[in-house]
């Protein structure tokens, strides 16, 4: 909504990621903008219906997004002071891991907990059906 603000001022507190990478190019900064709100949409539709197939692909596609995003800042530390350099890795590298996190399969084994039947409640053998 606001390109030369985040072109001048990104990620605020008196820092500035965007600026130092190259003139202001409006078109391009838009297109981000957009990208970004477009995988925000996204990961808020999987987060309020948590469907495995929605979150894995939602993981992929942020995934697609954020390690060449990475790849390439992390190509140009020199760029940045040394707390800059860090704050780019780190946070740039969270969105990698929690990415990965949604793409990759459920851990098998037991992640339910077992359940123990109230006294006195009959208890069914699922393989034969029968009461015990």
Known sequence: MAPASFYTGF???ARRWVAVDGPFNEHLVRDVG???????VLSMVALLH???ALVRATGLTWLIFAVPHLA???DH????????????LVSLGGVVVLAATLVLPKRKGNSAPATVPLPGTPVVDKATGATL
Do not use: K, W
């Not at 957009?34 to 925000?40: G, K, P, Y």
């Not at 530390?77 to 780019?88: A, K, P």
């Open 72 to 74: 390439y800042h992390a």
């Open 50 to 52: 948590p469907e495995r």
């Open 77 to 88: 530390l020199g760029l940045y002071n040394r707390m800059d350099q860090v704050l780019n």
């Open 34 to 40: 957009a990208l970004n709100c477009a995988l925000c």
């Open 11 to 13: 990620p605020g507190a």
